[in-house]
């Protein structure tokens, strides 16, 4: 077992909880230039305008106007006058024992959410959150015990991905360099295809070739099943697709998923198979968390592999992260590879993933906001001595 953790903990002021002045952060081009013509930016120059201080903020990461240098006196002042640009804070920073980075993060209103990041080899993996709490009520996910509080907005979202750059110093590398965050994963809190519209526009921006400059093929969007926004997301994003699956009935489905009783696995699996841009090169992942005696079975491996039967796809065997109070167990290491193998021979990739950042909660099902934990225990504290 990992020794205790002492979190690397990052306190800054408190931000005015009411933002007085628009937030630049998640506005698209054509609301920057709405934005700049109505503060009085001549026509002519409105594209030259939001083309600085869109690198300004997006390939160099500025927070203030006033380093923005090759602007105008005149027009820093104007800006800072009737805009800023702000970004959440930074509540408590966590670093695993495996280098993984667990991001608590304090948004307008007061609430949290949580971003991670996970070092590799040959890649880094930021897992970014959109929306505060879920809906789904997933039981063998963590974050779907906590009750959704709102979606996040375009800035907050692609907010996550600017205070992670900000941590690794990843600022102003020279072209060339290997980036720390190669890869953007919409799988923390929250159900992105609940937050379609926001999701969009925060990863329009990551893929703007002049801003974060992510290729598309380098976001995941994962989704339990939110089929009616499954096209869309592809026609209006293109980003790559991940399936929360996890069971191969309807009747499990139906507990482990419970978005599966509005829109079935036939359902679910005919919008895979209309996924824009699917092919051998782009293939859908389908994500399936391995639970002890529950869909673990040989059986339940070979109806997996005839149920996507002609959907290009590769299967993450995920062992399940268990967290306090969670109702199932991880199935046995030797469950899971036979699983792997019936799959594999089949003719799937099947990867195992290796549990990361356990040791912080940082692991794939375990985020849920600080403040909500302690609210459960302070709660279950006063339960248990009777005040």
């Known amino acids: 077992m990992s020794a205790p953790i002492t979190p690397d903990l990052v306190t800054v002021p408190r931000k005015l909880e009411t933002e007085v002045k628009p937030n630049l952060i998640g506005l698209s081009r054509n609301a920057l230039k709405t934005a700049f013509a109505d503060i009085g930016t001549p026509e002519k120059q409105l ?8 690198g300004w903020m997006y390939q160099k990461g500025a927070t203030q106007f006033d380093t ?18 702000i970004r959440p804070e930074i509540v408590t920073r966590q670093i695993s024992d495996d280098g993984t980075r667990k ?43 906590q009750k959704l509080v709102r979606n ?47 999701v969009r526009d925060a990863m329009l921006i990551a893929m703007d070739n002049e801003g974060i400059s992510l290729s598309r093929r380098r976001i995941t969007l994962s989704t339990s099943g939110v089929v009616p926004e499954i096209i869309r997301a592809g026609t209006e994003i293109g980003c790559m697709l991940a399936i929360s699956f996890h069971a191969t009935t309807d009747a499990v489905r139906d507990k482990l998923v419970p978005i599966n009783r509005k829109h079935n696995i ?14 051998n090169s782009e293939r859908i992942t389908f994500e399936y968390v391995m639970l002890k005696g529950v869909n673990d079975s040989d059986a339940d491996a070979r109806r997996l592999v005839k149920l996507i039967a002609g959907i290009p796809a590769k299967i993450n065997l ?25 799959v594999n021979d089949a003719g799937y990739a099947s990867p195992i993933r290796t549990p990361r950042g356990e040791d912080i909660m ?25 005040m």
């Open 47 to 54: 594209k030259m305008r939001v083309n600085q201080v869109w």
């Open 266 to 279: 036939a359902e679910l699996l005919q919008a895979c198979r209309d996924y824009p841009r699917l092919s």
């Open 152 to 198: 996040l907005s375009a800035g907050e979202i692609v907010s996550q991905i600017l205070i992670a750059r900000d941590d690794l110093g990843e600022w102003g590398k020279p072209a060339g360099d290997k980036r720390l965050i190669s890869n953007i994963v919409l799988m923390g809190m929250g159900e992105p295809l609940y937050n379609t519209d926001n």
């Open 318 to 342: 995920i062992p399940f992260n268990p967290w306090p109070g969670s109702p199932y167990e991880r199935s046995d290491w030797e469950r899971i590879e036979a699983f792997a193998d019936i």
């Open 362 to 386: 940082a692991a794939c099902g375990q985020l849920k906001s600080a403040t909500e934990r302690q609210r459960k225990s302070a709660k279950k504290i006063a339960q248990e001595t009777g």
């Open 68 to 85: 923005m240098t090759n602007l105008s006196k005149d027009f820093r002042a104007s800006l800072a006058e009737h805009f800023q640009i």
């Open 103 to 145: 991001y608590l993060l304090r948004i307008a209103g007061g609430h949290e959410v949580e971003a991670v990041y996970i070092p590799e080899a040959n890649r880094g993996t930021l897992c970014i959150s959109s929306q505060i709490g879920c809906t789904l009520t997933c039981p063998f996910c963590h974050t779907g015990t």
